[in-house]
């Protein structure tokens, strides 16, 4: 568990989702970027494409970014990952084509103070379902599948697998329309006691905000692929 969960509980609040805060020569800077940047992970199984937004590609736009978060959300630090030459990661892109199950972005050192995220979408179709349900451990993927739960042998930055969120919560069934209408890709049986908080639909030129303690996950409904930007903040 996180050391200073007292500090983390006063910095949470509702999601926040804020329209119409970057341009369409903006969108079209970040995705630009995007095809720029090398490949990180390509998970044929997950059928996932994962870029590293490394620092110093684009100036200009870590600032545009930098500036619209910092008056948001007040002061902050990018909380990074390294590259193979100690270079800040400052976020993370992703292009699925398949929803990205159940999972907490805590961050991985229990000593920092951790603040909020962000999703920037840069295709216009998708959803991503945030719950009212916080865990204060490590980055987690939530899941039942033994197979998944098995893995232990985890590389630098990958998120552990738990079952735990199911003993931290009430015991209550998964609302079964909710589940059906944007869930279907996870087992009702994983989402016990869950509530969901808030659904954002991606909408190009909005950014998402949520704490970093929520849970979440995408919805089930894509067309085809979608490409998001995700960031890290802590104090």
């Not at 926040?16 to 800077?29: G, M, S, Y």
């Not at 996932?48 to 970014?65: A, P, Q, S, T």
């Not at 978060?69 to 100690?86: A, T």
Request: net charge positive; hydrophobic share 30%; charged share 30%.
């Amino acid at each position: 568990m996180h050391k200073n969960i007292d500090k983390i509980k006063k910095l949470e609040g509702s999601p926040l989702i804020l329209k119409n805060l970057f341009t369409k020569t903006e969108l079209e800077k970040f995705l630009n970027l995007y095809h720029t940047l090398p490949t990180t992970v390509h998970n044929k199984k997950q059928n996932v494409i994962k870029k590293r937004w490394l620092k110093d590609y684009n100036e200009e736009l870590e600032n545009i970014f930098f500036n619209k978060l910092k008056k948001e959300i007040g002061e902050f630090k990018m909380d990074n990952l390294k590259d193979e030459n100690n270079e800040d990661i400052l976020g993370l892109f992703q292009e699925s084509y398949n929803p990205i199950g159940l999972h907490v972005d805590a961050g991985f050192n229990l000593n920092e103070i951790i603040y909020k995220q962000t999703l920037i979408p840069l295709t216009s179709k998708g959803s991503t379902v945030i719950f009212k349900n916080k865990f204060y451990g490590n980055s987690t993927n939530f899941t039942i599948d033994e197979n998944e739960l098995k893995i232990k042998d985890l590389k630098y930055g990958q998120n552990q697998r738990s079952s735990e969120h199911l003993k931290l919560f009430k015991k209550k069934l998964f609302n079964k329309e909710d589940h059906e209408k944007y869930l279907k890709h996870e087992k009702i049986e994983n989402l016990s006691g869950l509530e969901i908080d808030t659904i954002y639909e991606w909408e190009l030129g909005s950014m998402l905000i949520f704490d970093r303690t929520r849970l979440h996950c995408s919805s089930s409904l894509i067309e085809g692929k979608k490409i998001g930007l995700t960031t890290f903040t802590k104090k």
